[in-house]
């Protein structure tokens, strides 16, 4: 059942590739938010190793695996929307189905796409997943599985062209504009 749209929670989910800058991005938005007396919650699959093994112990990082933890993190967001608050989602999300069922779901949902070219995102691995990933077959969107970018986000940003500060500036300005946030 999607969530009524006049309530006061919300969704940011942020989606780029994998070193695309989407973590920083998160934890500014959260910390902005929070700043802001707005409850928010940041639910970071990648490196948030509570997240993983509570929720998400059973899945690995394969097809099935993302597709599911799109859903679970759903889940999760719209039970802290349905309390009035604001879940920001990190995740590379790849596919666009299990997004927009997520997105149907919560209702109060903004999608930001953090762009940054593969190339840039391969130099700012300090984890090693692309190298993996063209060595050893480890499933990566945009390297070895398919990486779906947004259609119609209601916020892009460039991480090669703008400060996370910049970025974050962006998105407040957005959700201000979306009547999410107090102007």
Known sequence: MAQDKSGKGFVIWIIG???????????????????????????????GEELKRRLMPDLGFDRDG?????????????????????????WITPEREPLEEVRREIGRFVEVYVRCPLDICKERDHRGIYVRAETEGHPVPGVTEPFEPPVNPEVAVDSTRQTPEEEVSVIMERLKALGYLDS
């Open 17 to 47: 590739l994998a070193s695309a800058g989407k973590s920083t991005l998160a934890r500014l938005v959260e910390q902005r938010l929070l700043n802001g007396g707005h409850p928010a919650v940041l639910l970071e699959p990648s490196s």
């Open 66 to 90: 993302k597709i599911q933890i799109t859903r679970r993190l759903g889940y999760v967001a719209r039970l802290i929307t349905q309390c009035g608050g604001v879940a920001v989602v990190p």
